[in-house]
């Protein structure tokens, strides 16, 4: 499973990747909750990388298999 973010005022969106067993609804419901609460988005990938970005900084949240049969995404705008 992949994870792009793009961040405003960033030109690079961020690129995670986790096994492809992850809990996507589990991702979506982290994602939507940290988005609402305005806190941190902390996420660790598959290689244990830990990323934490602002809520109020995210522009939008893709997540998608390797295959994109099922695309999920958030938008603040």
Same mark, same amino acid.
């Given at each position: 499973?992949?994870?792009?973010?793009?961040?405003?005022y960033?030109?690079?969106?961020?690129?995670?990747?986790?096994?492809?067993?992850?809990?996507?609804? /589990?991702? !979506?419901?982290? *994602? $939507?909750?940290?988005?609402?609460? %305005?806190?941190?988005?902390?996420?660790?990938?598959r290689?244990?990388?830990?990323?934490?970005?602002?809520? /109020?900084? !995210?522009?939008? *949240? $893709?997540?998608?298999?390797?295959? %994109?049969?099922?695309?999920?995404?958030?938008s603040?705008?």
């Open positions: 499973m992949e994870v792009r973010i793009g961040v405003t960033a030109p690079k969106e961020i690129e995670l990747e986790f096994p492809e067993d992850a809990d996507r609804d /589990a991702l !979506v419901k982290q *994602v $939507e909750q940290a988005i609402a609460s %305005d806190a941190i988005l902390w996420l660790t990938d290689r244990g990388r830990r990323v934490g970005i602002p809520s /109020a900084k !995210v522009a939008y *949240v $893709e997540i998608s298999g390797r295959d %994109d049969e099922r695309r999920v995404g958030f603040s705008g």
